[in-house]
């Protein structure tokens, strides 16, 4: 890979670092980008975990920063994610490419829906501090989903630690973090197992991404706009589009 395309993943790994710690949703730019640079589904998939997972090292590190708190219980929420994200990460390399490219295309889509959704901004009140069975039900099947796909986990997750602890945003953005970090690490060693990396374009895409996300996070802002989430949206509906083809 030369050094144009090179640094092409690092400026879009650093838009999907930012688009990440904000929401989520990042991965349907990296990951089909990493596809059309010509990776199968499976080494494009494991190559975005290493961005993913140095991504939220850096976001927490930001956040630590910024004297956000709940580390400890986010490490346990995480637990319950590593089951789920083992079993997704061996159903994602045993898949065939064009089942897994049609997924990500219906998945994405998805995401352009949930883009339009009107999300309450969340005053901050106290956390639930048993949030029931149902809970880490979720957080097992979140984890599934990450192994699996990655691509829009970050809605999800944030959907469930919004509606489950009714925590402020900022914690639902830092919790996410970590249990994204904790699932990824053993997500990652079965691709890398599996010889599932191309640890150049990774590496690249993985500076970029940190960059983002240190960014994100210090800043602490709101979501996207209407006019990025209508640009994001037409970009993620093109790939989609291209992935059924």
Avoid: C
């Avoid at 061996?90 to 998805?110: C, N, P, Y």
């Avoid at 590496?203 to 960059?211: E, I, Q, V």
């Avoid at 602490?220 to 640009?231: E, W």
């Amino acid at each position: 890979m030369n050094f144009p395309n090179e640094l092409l993943l690092f400026a879009v790994g650093a838009i999907a670092g930012f688009v990440n710690v904000m929401a989520g949703g990042g991965s349907t730019i990296t990951l089909p980008l990493l596809i059309f640079s010509g990776l199968d589904a499976a080494t494009a998939n494991g190559t975005n975990r290493i961005a993913i997972l140095l991504q939220n090292v850096s976001g927490i590190s930001s956040f630590r920063q910024q004297k956000v708190v709940g580390l400890r219980k986010a490490f346990f929420y995480a637990l319950f994610t590593i089951p789920g994200a083992i079993a997704g990460a061996f159903f994602s390399i045993k898949i065939t490419q064009d089942w897994f490219e049609r997924i990500l295309a219906v998945v994405m889509i998805g995401v352009i829906i949930s883009l339009f959704q009107k999300r309450k901004n969340n005053p901050l009140q106290d956390e639930v501090l048993k949030p029931g069975i149902w809970f880490y039900i979720t957080l097992f099947g979140i984890g599934f989903y990450g192994g699996f796909i990655q691509v829009g986990v970050g809605f999800i997750l944030m959907a469930a630690l919004f509606h489950f602890l009714q925590t402020s945003l900022i914690r639902v953005n830092f919790y996410k973090l970590v249990v994204v970090m904790v699932y990824t690490i053993p997500a990652l060693l079965i691709f890398v197992v599996h010889d599932k990396i191309n640890w150049t374009l990774g590496l690249s895409l993985a500076a970029g991404n940190m960059t983002g996300a240190w960014i994100a996070a210090h800043l602490s802002v709101k979501k996207g706009d209407r006019i990025i989430k209508y640009a994001l949206s037409v970009a993620i509906l093109m790939m989609a589009i291209k992935l059924f083809i």
